[in-house]
């Protein structure tokens, strides 16, 4: 967060400093104004990004259970919040046909857990079970903080970067020219900033992507991990995953910026199933098919230290 | 002389966290063991309504009814009485739970009587409070582990003593019934 302040902050006084160059402003207000801004939608987004993100899906808190399905819903939320440790999140359900499930909030005191209707109808309780540990972990790792503030700055990012540009746009010819000269002037090492300035200008909405996708991948494999050590049963979540892949149509009412709190992509994109450089540094989901071999992995290993024996006890 | 007193400053700052990093470790452990506390207590409160919500559409296994009862009053009456020792709790509650998972089994065996809306409601709702029970145990006996190995490994057990940390009892399945897979007979009714 200190980070995305500093690259506003660049950005802004930046921008100053080729008008200086002009002649135009001695004082940087654009510099000042974009700072401002920066920690103003950081706070912002702190205090209502999980609300905003839960309104953008569409998702109604789920207060007094009617159906046999939502008491097992709020029955298996409070048992995965025994296991973890934590106190119970706020669940919502968001009335979607296809399986997905996502948490978000500031910290285990308050948190928020959504899972669509689709997930509700195509899972039994122990991959139910399974869904709702991995969301915890993501609660107890305190990864909804950090995952929802993302998912707000990309959006904010990209909605200054758009307005700056066309502001830029309208007065491009002069400006380019100008502060080219000027900056030749003034001599090579004004000229380097002023050209790392443009480019971090050009890429800014790609570096948050990118560092949303990156911290997102290396935390889904550790949710991963905490929902097998919640329900010691690592072959549910690897059955879960398995059927939401299979029903991989495009969750239509999680939006592009929520993508990486999701459990699965819920944009449905090839590169989840690719592996290598290319999906390593765009998707915001490791492999599906490695997460379930892992998983299964851990399940079969448990399977052998009990002597082949699964005493689960719960029936569906 | 100035190493001396640089070891001496980082011994006593690693005294101190291996200290404070123990003394956590054991109120978690309390706070976990509270919380199983909490789930047997709720366990207590609801059975009664849970028997008599299908004491009616069940008269034909009263057995299994009033062994469900009787198990729950001793174990309430083990708990008041005061906190006599993880082990006499724990088996008053292992025997609760053999007794309600006996009800859910028996429960399985009447087709007709599962498709009654109240007793599929009877069934997540003992589902629920078997697997919270289950649940906090997990939490108690990991957080318990988890002090009871950071108190014992080296270095840490140099300062066990001053934090007063002492071995904590895991909850164990006392009874060797529970132990068993319970055997479900399919081939009847």
């Known amino acids: ?316 | 002389m100035w190493v001396l007193l640089i070891l001496i400053v980082v011994v006593g700052l690693w005294v101190v966290s291996a200290y404070n990093g123990l003394i956590s470790l054991k109120n978690q452990t309390v706070n976990a063991f509270k919380q199983i506390d909490v789930q047997l207590k709720r366990r207590h409160d609801l059975i009664p309504n849970l028997v008599n919500a299908v004491k009616g559409a069940m008269d034909f296994e009263r057995s299994t009814l009033e062994a469900v009862i009787q198990a729950r009053n001793q174990a309430v009456k083990v708990n008041a009485s005061g906190p006599e020792g993880i082990k006499q709790i724990s088996q008053a509650e292992n025997t609760l739970s053999g007794a309600l998972s006996r009800l859910l089994v028996t429960v399985e065996r009447y087709p007709d009587l599962k498709a009654t809306g109240n007793i599929g409601q009877l069934q997540e709702e003992l589902t629920s409070t078997e697997n919270r029970i289950a649940f906090a145990r997990q939490l108690y006996n990991d957080t318990a582990t988890q002090y009871n190995t950071k108190q014992q490994q080296f270095p840490t057990t140099l300062v066990a003593g001053l934090a007063h940390a002492e071995r904590t009892d895991l909850w164990e399945i006392e009874d060797q019934t529970e132990r068993a897979v319970p055997q479900v007979d399919l081939s009847r009714r």
């Open chain 1, 1 to 316: 967060m200190i980070g995305f302040v500093l690259f506003f902050a660049w950005l802004g006084f930046g921008g100053d400093y080729v008008w200086a160059l002009q002649g135009h402003h001695p004082f940087p207000w654009v510099g000042i104004v974009l700072t401002a801004v920066a920690i103003f939608t950081t706070w912002h987004t702190y205090k209502t990004g999980p609300e905003k993100v839960l309104w953008a899906t569409g998702a109604q808190e789920l207060i007094d259970p009617q159906t046999d399905a939502e008491r097992q819903v709020v029955n298996v939320v409070e048992e995965m919040a025994i296991a973890a440790g934590v106190p119970r999140p706020r669940i919502w359900i968001v009335p979607d046909d296809d399986p997905n499930a996502f948490a978000t909030g500031h910290d285990p005191l308050d948190s928020h857990i959504a899972v669509t209707r689709g997930l509700l109808k195509i899972c039994n309780r122990d991959e139910l079970q399974a869904v709702i540990g991995h969301e915890l972990g993501h609660v107890k790792n305190l990864d909804v903080r950090l995952m929802t503030t993302l998912a707000a700055l990309v959006g904010a990012v990209l909605l200054v970067r758009d307005g700056m540009g066309r502001m830029m746009v309208g007065r491009g010819g002069r400006l380019g020219r100008d502060s080219g000269r000027r900056a030749r002037d003034a001599g090579p090492l004004v000229a380097i900033l002023l050209a790392l300035w443009v480019i971090s200008w050009i890429i800014a909405p790609l570096v948050t992507q990118l560092l949303a996708f990156a911290v997102s991948r290396r935390r889904e494999y550790l949710a991963d991990d905490m929902s097998a050590q919640f329900t010691r049963n690592p072959l549910a979540l690897a059955s879960a995953l398995e059927k939401i892949e299979s029903a991989a149509a495009p969750t239509a009412s999680i939006k592009r910026g929520a993508a990486h709190l999701c459990i699965a992509d819920p944009l449905g994109r090839r590169l989840t199933n690719h592996e290598g450089w290319l999906a390593d540094t765009f998707a915001t989901h490791p492999p599906m098919g490695m997460r379930i071999s892992r998983l299964k992995g851990m399940g079969y290993a448990q399977l052998k230290k009990e002597g082949g024996s699964s005493t689960s006890f719960a029936p569906a």
